[in-house]
C-alpha cells in the first residue's frame, strides 16, 4: 500500500497550480496584447525573450540563494513581487499607458522572479515527501503545474482577452495573492542542511556547476534538453503570427488559438499518468528516447500542414512525451543530489536548459523574418530530432553508477 504524500505536500500543490494557472494566463496573454501594438515578428518573438532570459542570466545566483534562504519563503517573495508588478502593468492599461516596451517590462520583471519560484519550488519537494516517493510526487504535480499552465491558461487568457485587456492581467494578480495565502499554511522550516559558515556566492555557484558537469548523466539530461527548448522555444515565439488572424496561414481567433496551445497541456496530463508505467516497462533509456522524438516531431507539423486538427493531434502527442521525459529527469536529478546542493543543481541545469530559450526566441524570429515561418518550424523541428541521441547514454548502469557517486561523494 502507499504511503500518503501529506498534508504540506497537498498544500503545496494547491499553491502551485494557483501559481501556474497565473503563469499561463499571463504568458499567453502577453503576445496576444502585443500584437496589437505591433506585428513584427521580432518584437512579438522578444517577449518571450524577456521572459525567458532570467534563467540565462540569474539561473545561478538563483539556486545559491535557494540553497541559503527558507526555500518556502523565496517561494512567497518571488509571487509576491510579481503581484506587485502585473498591478503597475495593469494600472498603466487602465488608463490608456499601454505601450510594447511596457509588456517587456512585465515580461522580464516576472521572468526573474520565476527563475526563484521554480528554483525553490523543486528543491522544497523531497524535503515534503522524501526521495522514495518522488517519482508520484513530481507526477502529480506536473500533472497540477501543466493543466494549469498550458491546459487552462491559454484558453483562460484568450477569452479574458477578447473580453478586456485589463481581465487578462488583474486574475493573474488575484491568482498569485491566492497562492501567496495557500503556501504561508505549510508551516516548517525548508532551509538546506549546511554549517554556519557559508563561502562567497560565486564559490557556492561553482561548486553546483561542477556537480553536474561531472555527473555525466546528468550533463547529458542538461545538454539534450537545452537543444530541445531552443528549437521549441523559436518555434513557439513566432507561432501566434502563423496562426491568429485572419491573414496568417491558420486563420484562428485569439481563443481557438488558446484551445490549440491547450492540447499541449492535455498531452502533458495524460503523460503525467503514464510516466512511471512507461519508465518501468521501457527503461529509462527507451522512455527519454521515445519521449523526445514525440517532442521533436511535434514541433514540425506546422510547416507540414495548416489544419489545426492535424496540428492539435501532434501537439497533444508531443505534450505526452514532453511530461514523460520531465518526470523521469527530475525525479532523478533529486534523488541523486545532496540537499544542500539541489538548488544550485537545479539552477544549473536550468541555465542551460531554460537558457536556451531566449536564444531560441531570438533565432526564431529573424529567421522567421528572413525565410519564413515555415522555415522556422522545419529547421528546428529537425534541430531537436538530434536530442534522441542523447538517450543511448541513459543506461541502467550510469543511473546506478550516479547514485552510487551521489552517496560516496562528500560534495
Given at each position: 500500500?502507499?504511503?500518503?504524500?501529506?498534508?504540506?505536500?497537498?498544500?503545496?500543490?494547491?499553491?502551485?497550480?494557483?501559481?501556474?494557472?497565473?503563469?499561463?494566463?499571463?504568458?499567453?496573454?502577453?503576445?496576444?496584447?502585443?500584437?496589437?501594438?505591433?506585428?513584427?515578428?521580432?518584437l512579438?518573438?522578444?517577449?518571450?525573450?524577456?521572459?525567458?532570459?532570467?534563467?540565462?542570466?540569474?539561473?545561478?545566483?538563483?539556486?545559491?540563494?535557494?540553497?541559503r534562504?527558507?526555500?518556502?519563503?523565496?517561494?512567497?517573495?518571488?509571487?509576491?513581487?510579481?503581484?506587485?508588478?502585473?498591478?503597475?502593468?495593469?494600472?498603466?492599461?487602465?488608463?490608456?499607458?499601454?505601450?510594447?516596451?511596457?509588456?517587456?517590462?512585465?515580461?522580464?520583471?516576472?521572468?526573474?522572479?520565476?527563475?526563484?519560484y521554480?528554483?525553490?519550488?523543486?528543491?522544497?519537494?523531497?524535503?515534503?515527501v522524501?526521495?522514495?516517493?518522488?517519482?508520484?510526487?513530481?507526477?502529480?504535480?506536473?500533472?497540477?503545474?501543466?493543466?494549469?499552465?498550458?491546459?487552462?491558461?491559454?484558453?483562460?487568457?484568450?477569452?479574458?482577452?477578447?473580453?478586456?485587456?485589463?481581465?487578462?492581467?488583474?486574475?493573474?494578480?488575484?491568482?498569485?495573492?491566492?497562492?501567496?495565502?495557500?503556501?504561508?499554511?505549510?508551516?516548517?522550516?525548508?532551509?538546506?542542511?549546511?554549517?554556519?559558515?557559508?563561502?562567497?556566492?560565486?564559490?557556492?555557484?561553482a561548486?553546483?556547476?561542477?556537480?553536474?558537469?561531472?555527473?555525466?548523466?546528468?550533463?547529458?539530461?542538461?545538454?539534450?534538453?537545452?537543444?530541445?527548448?531552443?528549437?521549441?522555444?523559436?518555434?513557439?515565439?513566432?507561432?501566434?503570427?502563423?496562426?491568429?488572424?485572419p491573414?496568417?496561414?491558420?486563420?484562428?481567433?485569439?481563443?481557438?488559438?488558446?484551445?490549440?496551445?491547450?492540447?499541449?497541456?492535455?498531452?502533458?496530463?495524460?503523460?503525467?499518468?503514464?510516466?512511471?508505467?512507461?519508465?518501468?516497462?521501457?527503461?529509462?533509456?527507451?522512455?527519454?528516447?521515445?519521449?523526445?522524438?514525440?517532442?521533436?516531431?511535434?514541433?514540425?507539423?506546422?510547416?507540414?500542414?495548416?489544419?489545426?486538427?492535424?496540428?492539435?493531434?501532434?501537439?497533444?502527442?508531443?505534450?505526452?512525451?514532453?511530461?514523460?521525459?520531465n518526470?523521469?529527469?527530475?525525479?532523478?536529478?533529486?534523488?541523486?543530489?545532496?540537499?544542500?546542493?539541489?538548488?544550485?543543481?537545479?539552477?544549473?541545469?536550468?541555465?542551460?536548459?531554460?537558457?536556451?530559450?531566449p536564444?531560441?526566441?531570438?533565432?526564431?524570429?529573424?529567421?522567421?523574418?528572413?525565410?519564413?515561418?515555415?522555415?522556422?518550424?522545419?529547421?528546428?523541428?529537425?534541430?531537436?530530432?538530434?536530442?534522441?541521441?542523447?538517450?543511448?547514454?541513459?543506461?541502467?548502469?550510469?543511473?546506478?553508477?550516479?547514485?552510487?557517486?551521489?552517496?560516496?561523494?562528500?560534495?
Amino acid at each position: 500500500m502507499r504511503t500518503p504524500l501529506g498534508g504540506k505536500y497537498w498544500r503545496l500543490w494547491t499553491s502551485a497550480a494557483l501559481s501556474n494557472l497565473a503563469d499561463g494566463i499571463l504568458k499567453f496573454a502577453l503576445p496576444l496584447l502585443a500584437i496589437g501594438y505591433t506585428r513584427s515578428p521580432p518584437l512579438v518573438a522578444g517577449l518571450t525573450l524577456a521572459f525567458t532570459l532570467p534563467w540565462l542570466v540569474f539561473a545561478l545566483p538563483a539556486g545559491a540563494i535557494a540553497d541559503r534562504r527558507d526555500r518556502r519563503s523565496l517561494m512567497l517573495l518571488a509571487n509576491a513581487v510579481r503581484a506587485t508588478l502585473l498591478t503597475g502593468l495593469l494600472a498603466a492599461v487602465l488608463l490608456d499607458a499601454g505601450s510594447i516596451w511596457l509588456l517587456y517590462v512585465a515580461a522580464l520583471g516576472t521572468g526573474i522572479a520565476e527563475t526563484c519560484y521554480d528554483t525553490a519550488s523543486q528543491a522544497i519537494v523531497p524535503q515534503l515527501v522524501g526521495r522514495d516517493k518522488l517519482p508520484r510526487a513530481n507526477s502529480r504535480l506536473y500533472a497540477a503545474e501543466t493543466t494549469a499552465l498550458e491546459l487552462a491558461g491559454p484558453p483562460v487568457a484568450g477569452l479574458l482577452v477578447a473580453a478586456a485587456a485589463a481581465l487578462s492581467l488583474a486574475t493573474p494578480i488575484v491568482l498569485w495573492v491566492a497562492a501567496v495565502v495557500v503556501l504561508l499554511s505549510v508551516r516548517g522550516s525548508f532551509r538546506a542542511a549546511t554549517t554556519d559558515r557559508r563561502p562567497h556566492l560565486r564559490t557556492e555557484i561553482a561548486e553546483g556547476l561542477r556537480f553536474v558537469w561531472r555527473t555525466g548523466i546528468l550533463r547529458t539530461f542538461t545538454v539534450m534538453t537545452g537543444v530541445f527548448n531552443f528549437a521549441s522555444s523559436a518555434i513557439m515565439a513566432v507561432l501566434v503570427l502563423y496562426a491568429v488572424g485572419p491573414a496568417s496561414a491558420m486563420g484562428l481567433s485569439e481563443a481557438a488559438y488558446g484551445w490549440l496551445l491547450s492540447l499541449i497541456a492535455a498531452g502533458c496530463l495524460a503523460g503525467s499518468f503514464v510516466a512511471e508505467p512507461a519508465e518501468r516497462v521501457l527503461g529509462p533509456a527507451r522512455a527519454i528516447g521515445l519521449a523526445f522524438f514525440l517532442g521533436a516531431a511535434s514541433l514540425g507539423a506546422p510547416a507540414l500542414t495548416t489544419d489545426p486538427v492535424l496540428i492539435g493531434a501532434a501537439f497533444f502527442a508531443g505534450g505526452v512525451g514532453l511530461i514523460v521525459s520531465n518526470v523521469t529527469t527530475v525525479s532523478l536529478r533529486q534523488r541523486i543530489t545532496p540537499d544542500r546542493l539541489l538548488g544550485r543543481a537545479n539552477s544549473s541545469h536550468r541555465l542551460v536548459a531554460y537558457g536556451t530559450r531566449p536564444l531560441g526566441a531570438l533565432a526564431g524570429g529573424l529567421l522567421a523574418q528572413g525565410f519564413g515561418l515555415p522555415t522556422v518550424f522545419a529547421v528546428m523541428s529537425l534541430l531537436a530530432m538530434s536530442t534522441v541521441f542523447g538517450a543511448t547514454k541513459v543506461t541502467a548502469e550510469a543511473v546506478a553508477e550516479a547514485e552510487r557517486d551521489a552517496s560516496d561523494s562528500p560534495v
